[in-house]
């Protein structure tokens, strides 16, 4: 299924997220600039010159600036959230991360999308916990950004 040109896994009810394992959905891309990167910088007082120097960065070993590793992580409410939509929930909550490993720097300028793979959706008290492997590329890299595998909380209205 498709909205706004992305794909996105859809179920009618947390409860029907069990029928959802190993489906995949992929974003759209998105930029990330050196203007998110440097309010990053200044949000989480984070200055290194690899992120904010452009003509040092130029020199060293990523041949620009390149965004925080915790910016690209950040991003993934935007990136991959929308990829899962559940009818019946009354609210998702991040539930937190069992892995994340940052495998490629993501120079500034360049585009990012999610690609979404959801591992399993197990009953917990309060709803479905729904854990989802996301890899983040990089556009027109070999090697992804990131792969985090994302724990969330959907919890069933009324």
């Known amino acids: 299924m498709s909205t706004e040109g992305r794909d996105v896994i859809t179920v009618d009810s947390p ?30 007082e984070d200055h290194q010159w690899i992120h904010l120097d452009a003509e040092r960065a130029a020199a060293g070993p990523f041949g620009s600036t390149v965004a925080h590793g915790y910016l690209t992580l950040s991003l993934l409410s935007h990136l991959a959230a929308p990829l899962v939509s559940v009818g019946g929930a009354a609210m998702v909550m991040n539930y937190g991360l069992d892995r994340l490993r940052f495998l490629a720097p993501v120079p500034a300028g360049s585009r990012v999308r999610a690609h979404t793979e959801i591992l399993s959706a197990d009953p917990a008290s309060t709803g479905v916990r729904l854990a989802a492997k996301v890899t983040v590329e990089i556009e027109g890299s070999e090697k992804p950004a990131l792969v985090a595998h994302t724990l969330s909380l959907y919890v069933p209205e009324g």
């Open 15 to 44: 409860a029907a997220l069990a029928d959802a394992v190993g489906r995949t959905a992929t974003g759209d891309w998105f930029e990330i600039t050196q203007e998110r990167i440097s309010a990053f910088a200044d949000a989480t």
